[in-house]
């Protein structure tokens, strides 16, 4: 009796670190997988990525959720127009869906081309107001160069067709240095009044990017489908980053207003000596054209008086032809003269 106890409490015995083994293996296992799983759960989709069980497999995901946060996704003009691709060829969206969401892409492609056009006036901005010193030394320099106008040498056999060719790039210059010394004499102007406008531009982008936050956090996705949250949220986010980008460009023009200050004035006084050395240049190739052409009618008139001369004794119809070439000769050389009236009015007005 007693030794079928002791064999019982021994099979009991055994049971037991049995059951505790299988429990410690399940345990350890358990435990393997959990470890196994964590990696994977942080490597997958996030609360920041907008990525949906029903997309195509080949779907790429876009980063759009931090919009709701601080900062707004770091989604790209490329990305985009990748994911409007893969929208318009997908076979499980049917035509309606796929031609709204394309045009919400379309207008964020819009929006993102927006934020490279302003982050190029950025770094402009950005650059020139780094180069303001140089730029200063540079102007002034060129200023110090720019002594009083001294009329050009002309060949003594200079003809009225090289001349008049003078005056049209003199006269070119001239309108150029014209429209360069307007722009600059009105720049203060147009500054002072974007100094003005700049912060109310500004506190009304920071306004608007506060209703893009409401607007993510309060639109209702009921009955949407996965495809269009995501192309309303991409949405969002580039009207945002637009926004951000408009408020760093207005800092950055606020800064370079400041630093070209002086540039500006002396780049003003250096239009002015442009354009009155312009000025005195096309004068002085104006009176070249016009006493050429002077030189010219009375040659011409002259002509006409000795070639009249010898055809007193020809037939009466030369004489007559003759005598007409003295009337045209002696009304161009009248019309030289008022050109030249004309011209030095106009120049003085």
């Known amino acids: 009796m007693l030794t079928k106890q002791k064999t019982g409490f021994v099979l009991y015995k055994q049971n037991t670190n049995l ?35 029903n997309f195509p497999k080949e779907q790429i995901s ?13 989604i790209t003009l490329e990305q985009v127009q990748a994911q409007k691709k893969i929208i318009s060829e997908s076979p499980d969206l049917n035509s309606e869906l796929r031609t709204k969401i394309d045009e919400i892409y379309n207008q964020a492609i819009t929006y993102l081309n927006q934020v490279k056009e302003l982050e190029k006036n950025r770094q402009d901005y950005n650059q020139r107001r780094k180069n303001a010193p140089v730029d200063l030394e540079t102007v002034r320099d060129q200023l110090a160069k720019q002594t009083t106008f001294t009329s050009p040498e002309v060949p003594a056999d200079i003809t009225l067709t090289q001349a008049e060719q003078k005056l049209a790039e003199g006269t ?15 720049e203060p102007k147009r500054r002072a009044d974007r100094r003005t406008k700049i912060p109310e531009e500004s506190n009304l982008a920071r306004q608007k990017i506060d209703e893009i936050k409401s607007k993510l956090t309060g639109v209702s996705t009921e009955g949407q489908s996965s495809e269009l949250i995501q192309a309303n949220k991409i949405l969002l986010s580039a009207q945002r980053l637009v926004l ?12 370079f207003y400041d630093a070209r200050r002086d540039v500006l004035a002396a780049n003003r006084d250096l239009a002015v000596r442009k354009l009155a050395s312009a000025e005195k240049l096309v004068g002085f190739w104006q009176q070249q054209v016009n006493d050429l052409r002077q030189k010219q009618a009375q040659a011409a008139q002259k002509e006409a008086i ?3 001369e010898e055809t007193k004794y020809s037939h009466k119809i030369i004489q ?9 000769a002696r009304l161009q050389a009248e019309l030289a003269v008022k050109v030249e009236k004309t011209s030095q009015y106009s120049n003085t007005t």
């Open 19 to 53: 059951i505790l083994l299988i429990f410690v293996i399940l345990f350890c296992g358990f435990v393997s997988q959990v470890i196994i799983a964590q990696p994977a759960q942080n490597n997958g989709s996030s609360p920041a990525a907008v990525q949906d069980n």
């Open 62 to 74: 876009i980063t759009t959720g931090a919009i709701e946060g601080e900062t707004a996704a770091a």
């Open 172 to 186: 070119l210059t001239l309108e150029q240095s014209k429209k360069e010394s307007s722009t600059l004499e009105n």
């Open 244 to 255: 951000e980008a408009q408020i760093e460009t207005n800092a950055e023009e606020l800064l």
């Open 306 to 308: 000795r070639a009249k």
């Open 320 to 328: 007559e032809i003759a005598e007409e070439n003295v009337t045209l």
